[in-house]
């Protein structure tokens, strides 16, 4: 399963292994394009299908009908003839379409003649004071080891934040005996009223009987505090509690070993960026996110971004996405071939989209941060480092790593990125997009000098190679 | 902080961590084993020396970084356990050459 | 509207600010104009070497003027840029390599430079206690060291602002003409004018020169550099090979820059460059051999910077062989950090006096008179 890539070059290479790139894999290699599909994670279906082949939880009730469709889809993927490589890290990509792999300790390079990237999205940073103690997780950490696990909290709980997935985790945790003490939603009260010109839409699209029954499902279960601000988490060397003001305006306090933080998710661009691809700043989702055409094609010739890498949509919208890219590298591929219009099926998946982002945009609050809440986990960089450093001159996140090392950590700006452009927006009166994001460069994930050197790593080879 | 649902059928194997044995479960990640364990698995950092556990579990946050079978920097959210593996917990800069 | 001032600068690189900055302490007003931001380019994202080793004999007073100036660079703009002062030693791998360094070093002190020092292997080992046994010694130069590249041009943009400089970031030199003995520049709606225009343009200086009627055989270039996570404190010096290209330093944080000289594919006009990792696994490999500590080390992030090489690899600098009041100041051919400060100096020396007790008629751009262009500037 980890064996480095059969060939050089491929028609075509999809990047990511969830919704986006599995039904783009089927696609392109049924239609006969060779095809590479290269993934990170130990088996197929990302984020969303995280361990569809593998998890422990057999009961399918508890996990719920729309995690076990990804089975079939992933079947497809497997059963299309393409070549599928798990545990393999693309950590470059550039504007020749060669990738640089690392698979089972040495890297590779290869060739494509389309790359669909489908690297789907990550949890939105979420930097309140204490989020870096022991025991602050994502909601989507939480679920990874539930899916993967079967991994439940059995301490002192807390949920924080907002959005479907939040809910989905919350129900899921309780389907499986797990323990959840308190679920504070952080949804502004304004966005209701913001949200309500979408809300027809939205209550004739797939998630609203779903979400609804969720929400209940949970609500029968534990105690939910709604309107939450000024959340806190707090501990010495370990989370030991979490603060927050009501509604009512009212400071308290719960003593917890498990905070799970979620108010959204956003794309996964650092592979793209540093490819090359353009990229704007979305309003609308306040991240960035792929110029795109509406088959997905980048301002790079023979890159499509498919999934939640594309703007944020969700699962059955990124299944399209995926269909439609491998649709656009089929027609580049082989001329003649028949192509459908699927733009219909796109639309109606992606509805109701609006009303979400609207509803579950995250306060101000809880993305822009101030004096002593770190900003940069990686290189532990507060709020008030980062306007220290533009009170001096700093202007964008590219200078910025000059005065404080921001986004020079291990996880190259992934969880800083969006909090450093709108802390820098907001201390200079500029848009995020006049502010700009950092100039990612690869490797997009850290590799070992020997694995580029692509030399073995045993004492009596390496002897064997130095002296040759 | 986390228990194992009761109809975990999985394969149980053994790892390592800082030599004393733990069980896991075949498909479990190193990270989610570490988690399961009961045991401190906290790191610090290489910066300031702070105390950190596994953040987002999915590979970005590198939070879980951790010596498995002497090489260091392993994002151990992405690797799956194996029968024997030895896990050490990273404390500040990790030794070169390991 | 036209704006008057003593001294018009294109570009923002470490040598651009430099020359802003030495303008100002000179007491005139000069206005630096840079397209992008200043550092956004090969000054801002180089390996930080402060070297006088290894460097072509036209270019050592320069060098060593500049190396004065390093000593006590936070007198001068107020931030110590990072500067530590270790060393930078050059390593052989074999005995013909240690030879060709004896004979370097006797060609140096022969020309009265003593900055270079052969060294034998266990000296060799005592500054550099990690490097493989194989090697049979080297030269070192023990004034030299390292600073952080964006954090100095930075500093020195920073100074020259606050001792009157203008700095127009962001907006492009267009239109570059004498008229009425003055030099004039647009940017944007605006137009400067003065008797005095320096092109400090790096990659972008030979289109300048060119365009002002004195093309010079250079090239666009973009030398790539790596670096890893912090790992525990190994190596102090710098360290760079005599053979094969790679430079070698540890950063005080830990972290270890991996350099040397392979090159990506500039975009110029696009700000982009393209990364060669087969080069890159070359530099790799060479480590590995090298330094066996650093085989598991981890690679952060790789990256390059577009700058201008010239033919003969040193850098044109002095008045333009064509024009009153031009100067030029580019071409520095990867090795144009370390000069950065002292070049100001001399740029504001012979800007203010017509003249300067630093030698530097060998760079003058006087050299290229009758050469043909290259397909490349």
């Not at chain 1, 995280?50 to 469709?69: F, H």
């Not at chain 3, 100095?152 to 003409?177: D, H, M, P, Y």
């Not at chain 3, 090239?219 to 053979?243: C, K, N, Y």
């Amino acid at each position: 399963m980890s064996a480095a890539p059969k060939h050089e070059q491929y028609d075509v290479v999809v990047i990511g292994a969830g919704p986006a790139g599995l039904a783009a894999t089927t696609a392109t290699a049924r239609a006969g394009l060779s095809t590479l599909l290269l993934d990170e994670n130990a088996g197929p279906g990302g984020q969303v299908w995280r361990a569809i082949g593998a998890t422990p939880v057999k009961n399918e009730a508890l996990l719920g009908a729309d995690y076990w469709s990804g089975a079939e889809i992933a079947r497809a993927a497997r059963d299309s003839g393409a070549e599928i490589i798990h545990r393999a890290t693309v950590w470059s990509l550039d504007r020749n379409l060669e990738l640089g792999v690392s698979v089972g300790g040495g890297s590779a390079f290869i060739k494509a003649k389309r790359v669909i990237i489908a690297t789907g999205a990550q949890e939105r940073p979420f930097p309140i004071p204490g989020w870096t103690l022991p025991g602050v997780m994502t909601a989507g950490a939480a679920q990874t080891m539930l899916k993967s696990s079967g991994l439940v909290p059995d301490g002192p709980t807390v949920l924080a934040g907002q959005g479907p997935l939040l809910w989905l985790l919350a129900a899921q945790i309780l389907r499986l005996g797990g323990r959840i003490d308190r679920v504070l939603d952080t949804t502004p009260r304004a966005n209701y009223l913001a949200a309500l010109p979408h809300a027809f839409a939205f209550m004739t699209s797939l998630y609203f009987v779903k979400g609804l029954a969720m929400m209940r499902e949970v609500r029968a279960k534990v105690k939910v505090t709604t309107g939450v601000t000024e959340l806190a988490a707090a501990g010495t060397d370990r989370l030991e509690s979490v603060s927050y003001v009501t509604a009512g305006g009212r400071r308290e306090r719960l003593p917890v070993e498990l905070l799970l933080l979620h108010h959204g998710v956003v794309p996964n661009v650092n592979l793209a960026m540093a490819a090359g691809v353009e990229h704007r700043w979305n309003e609308l989702q306040l991240c960035w996110t792929p110029v795109l055409d509406a088959d997905g094609n980048s301002s790079i010739p023979g890159i499509t971004i498919a999934g939640d890498g594309a703007g944020i949509g969700g699962a059955q919208a990124a299944l399209w996405r995926g269909r439609i890219a491998a649709e656009r590298a089929i027609k580049a591929l082989r001329p003649t071939a028949k192509v459908s219009d699927l733009s219909p099926q796109l639309k109606r998946a992606e509805r109701g989209r609006t009303f979400l982002d609207v509803l579950f945009r995250p306060a101000k609050q809880f993305r822009i941060p101030d004096g002593d809440t770190i900003v940069c986990r990686c290189e532990e960089i507060t709020a008030k480092d980062v306007l220290d450093s533009v009170a001096i001159g700093a202007t964008g996140p590219n200078q910025l790593k000059a005065y404080r090392r921001t986004g020079m950590g291990p996880c190259q700006g992934r969880l800083c990125g969006l909090t450093v452009t709108e802390l820098m927006a907001e201390a200079r009166g500029k848009s995020p997009q006049e502010i700009g994001y950092y100039r990612l460069r690869a490797p997009v994930k850290p590799i070992m000098l020997s694995e580029l050197a692509s030399l073995p790593k045993s004492d009596e080879a390496t002897k064997a190679v130095v002296r040759g | 902080m986390f228990k194992r649902a009761e109809d975990d059928g999985r394969r149980a194997l053994t790892i390592h961590v800082e030599g004393q044995a733990i069980s896991a479960r075949e498909g479990d990640t190193v990270s989610a084993a570490l988690l399961a364990s009961g045991l401190d698995v906290r790191r610090d950092t290489a910066v300031s020396g702070a105390k950190r556990l596994p953040y987002c579990m999915m590979g970005v946050c590198f939070d879980c970084l951790v010596t498995i079978d002497g090489v260091g920097n392993r994002q151990g959210c992405l690797v799956p356990v194996a029968e024997g593996m030895q896990i050490e917990i990273q404390k500040g800069k990790r030794e070169i050459g390991k | 509207m036209t704006i008057n001032t003593d001294a018009i600068i294109v570009g923002g690189g470490i040598h651009g600010c430099s020359t802003a900055l030495h303008l100002c302490l000179a007491g005139l007003k000069p206005v630096l104009i840079e397209k992008d931001y200043a550092g956004r380019h090969a000054s801002g994202v180089n390996a930080g070497g402060v070297r006088q080793l290894a460097r072509d004999v036209a270019e050592i007073p320069l060098s060593i003027r500049s190396m004065g100036i390093w000593e006590s660079i936070a007198a001068l703009v107020d931030d110590d840029c990072g500067f530590e002062s270790h060393g930078q030693v050059l390593v052989a791998e074999n005995a013909a390599e240690l030879a060709a360094c004896r004979e370097r070093v006797a060609d140096l002190n022969a020309r009265g430079f003593s900055h270079e020092e052969l060294i034998d292997s266990a000296e060799l080992r005592r500054l550099v206690p990690a490097v493989a046994e194989s090697c049979p010694g080297g030269i070192v130069s023990r004034r030299d060291g390292a600073a952080q590249p964006a954090r100095t041009t930075t500093a020195f943009r920073r100074k020259a602002e606050q001792l009157g400089a203008i700095i127009r970031e962001g907006v492009t030199a267009s239109n570059i003409r004498k008229e009425d003995r003055l030099w004039r520049v647009d940017v944007g709606d605006d137009t400067y004018a003065a008797p005095i225009l320096v092109n400090a343009a790096g990659a972008w200086g030979g289109r300048i020169a060119a365009g002002l009627g004195e093309p010079v055989p250079v090239t666009t270039v973009a030398p790539m550099l790596m670096i890893t996570s912090p790992v525990p404190h190994f190596i102090d010096p710098v360290v760079i090979l005599r053979g094969r290209k790679l430079s070698f330093k540890q950063f005080k944080n830990g972290t270890v820059l991996i350099g040397g000289g392979h090159l990506a594919a500039p975009d110029q006009d696009r700000n982009e460059t393209v990364l060669d990792w087969r080069s890159l696994a070359i530099s790799a490999r060479t480590v590995f051999e090298l330094f066996p500590v650093m085989r598991s080390a981890t690679i952060m992030r790789a990256w390059a910077g577009i700058e201008a090489r010239m033919q003969d690899d040193i850098p044109v600098f002095g008045p333009s062989a064509v024009h009153e009041g031009l100067f030029h100041q580019f071409g520095f051919s990867l090795h144009g950090f370390q000069l950065g400060p002292g070049a100001g100096a001399v740029m504001a020396e012979l800007i203010v006096h017509g003249g300067t007790q630093t030698r530097i008629g060998e760079l003058s751009i006087e050299r290229f008179r009758n050469a043909s262009p290259s397909a490349t500037a």
